[in-house]
């Protein structure tokens, strides 16, 4: 179990197993993986709109990207209409059992439970969201039939899919676990052992379900047989079985939310609301950073990642107070992201020295509450569309932790997201925003993010996987292309600067290990290390939209 601990960071896939990753089109789709990536290609060709082509996206990620993502887990989707010029987003994130409690991820002895004793098993499954959105965003802005958008995923499962490095490495993480789970064993393990790069995976039950649903719609995969399933890997797990009920799932609703929208150098950057932290914290990073000249210091200055660091630390102490599931507790959106209380923040960083503490301010509107971390593995996937009408998705998805709980229900994964909640339900003798109970969905920091010129026009997007490093990718890449004129490939690619509880870590393996010493004289505690990274953007250029997946992923980008 400690290799597992310790490994979790460790999920940085090697070299790209095709080579365009970069491409110049009209419309562009890209992933985390080549096998969907040509499955959006494919789609658009056929006529599909960016949401059809993002949709068979997710779809295929269910099949060749288990560990990651799937119709067993949720997602944020924000979408821009090319012909409106506006801006939506859905919310398909899972929830908790009706009957859930705050106490869920509580011992015995009254003490949080350890993550690896809580994510394992039927409890962390939250009901899956990602079909609901699905059916939403398709009733929207789809083009083509709902049964088309199936058939690369079910031709994937049929006929195989090879195993790629990333997956491997999840395997190897997680497969230690599987003497206790036979049906992910038997799918993805042979002799005990992780199943080699390059193998052949074939998943008859996962294509048999694709197809019901694709010739069913949504109400299949949440009634009959597929529900039958789920309730059955969830409850009649020896671990951690769970309390979901066939109400639970039929009563599932994505829900539309208005974007949050911020502004940074001029551009206007919209994303995700809460529950996601997403657009919030990335706006809050980017809101204290404004005021520093970061152009002229340029990429390879100790100053601007002294800032960066400041900034993000502040920041987070914001997002781990407040943020949580809106339908269950206030939260000040708009009071996160105003521009005095932001200016306010600003004016505590020094350029010369750090802070001694990153506490949580008080920002307008903001409720009575104590703080309180969540775990948020590092996992998940990205993928963007951009239709020839100019439609734009920018979605992430996910199943939380490496093959999310362990558990397959019709050849899919199911999510362990309910380990996003803050186990501890009190602290200090207040209620958590982001505690566990029934119905809520749990605090994500997930951050699907479109950016507008000032004449509205969409010119950048971008989002990432990597559990609460989401944020800072997504910052450190806009940050990038806005300040330092970094193309979409090089922005996501560039280094990151993230923080754990000893101070800040850079990217192990990066030009950025030569900012360790600087910033340790700024007063800065440094340490190097391997972050978990993986992002996907796409940008407007003068011959059209260009779409790149992160170098260190085997992701694609590909023109219709």
């Known amino acids: 179990m400690n290799k597992f601990l310790l490994g979790v960071a460790l999920l940085v896939p090697a070299a790209p197993i095709a080579a365009r990753d970069t491409v110049v089109a009209t419309g562009t789709v890209t992933s985390a993986d080549p096998r969907a990536t040509q499955a959006g290609q494919e789609i658009l060709r056929q006529g599909g709109s960016a949401t059809d082509a993002a949709m068979a996206m997710m779809l295929a990620l269910t099949v060749v990207e288990p560990q990651s993502s799937g119709i067993g887990g949720g997602g944020f989707l924000v979408h821009h209409d090319g012909r409106r010029g506006t801006i939506d987003t859905i919310d398909g994130r899972e929830t908790a059992p009706a009957t859930a409690t705050p106490q869920r991820f509580v011992g015995p002895d009254g003490r949080a439970l350890p993550y690896l004793l809580s994510f394992p098993g039927g409890k962390s499954v939250g009901v899956p969201g990602n079909i609901r959105l699905m059916a939403m965003a398709e009733k929207k802005w789809g083009k083509l039939p709902w049964k088309a958008l199936f058939a690369p995923a079910i031709r994937l499962a049929e006929g ?274 982001n505690r566990v109970q029934g119905g809520k969905r749990p605090l994500s920091s997930m951050a699907p993010t479109i950016v507008y010129d000032a004449g509205g026009k969409p010119v950048f997007t971008v989002g990432a996987a990597g559990g609460k490093t989401i944020i800072m990718q997504v910052a450190k890449a806009l940050i990038a292309h806005f300040d330092w004129g970094l193309d979409a490939k090089a922005s996501i690619g560039l280094p990151l600067l993230f923080f754990n509880g000893d101070g800040l870590v850079i990217e192990q393996g990066t ?36 779409g790149a997946a992160d170098p260190r992923s085997v992701g694609t980008a590909l023109q219709p």
């Open 160 to 433: 195989g899919y090879t195993v790629t490095r990333p997956m491997n490495g999840a395997m190897g993480l997680t497969g230690p676990l599987w003497d206790k789970f036979p049906t992910i064993a038997a799918q993805y393990s042979a002799n005990g052992q992780p199943l080699p790069i390059g193998t052949t995976v074939k998943n008859p039950a996962l294509a048999r379900a694709l197809r019901d649903i694709a010739a069913r719609g949504p109400d299949a995969f949440y009634t009959g047989a597929n529900a039958a399933a789920i309730l059955a890997a969830t409850r009649g797990t020896t671990v951690a079985p769970s309390d979901m009920t066939a109400a639970d799932l039929t009563g599932y609703k994505a829900k539309e939310r208005a974007a949050v929208c911020g502004t940074y150098r001029g551009y206007k950057v919209c994303g995700m609301g809460p529950p996601s932290s997403g657009a919030t914290t990335v706006l809050q990073v980017l809101g204290m950073l404004e005021r520093f000249d970061l152009r002229a210091m340029g990429k390879d200055s100790p100053a601007a990642w002294h800032l960066i660091g400041e900034a993000m630390q502040l920041a987070y102490a914001d997002r781990d107070k407040y943020l949580g599931d809106p339908d269950f507790v206030a939260v000040p959106v708009a009071g996160l992201i105003d521009k005095g209380y932001l200016a306010s923040r600003s004016a505590l960083i020094r350029p010369d020295a750090t802070l001694p503490a990153y506490a949580a301010g008080n920002p307008p509107g903001a409720p009575r509450r104590t703080a309180a971390l969540s775990p948020d593995v590092p996992g998940t996937t990205h993928f963007i569309a951009v239709d020839k009408a100019g439609d734009i998705v920018s979605m992430t998805s996910t199943v939380e932790g490496p093959f999310g709980s362990q558990l397959l229900a019709n050849g899919y994964v199911l999510n362990n997201e309910l380990t996003d909640f803050t186990a501890a339900p009190e602290k200090d003798g207040m209620p958590v925003a």
């Open 511 to 546: 030009a950025l290990e030569a900012m360790k010493a600087p910033l340790e004289a700024l007063g800065h505690r440094v340490t190097i290390g391997k972050l978990g990274l993986k992002a996907n953007a796409a940008e407007r250029t003068a011959t059209g939209w260009v």
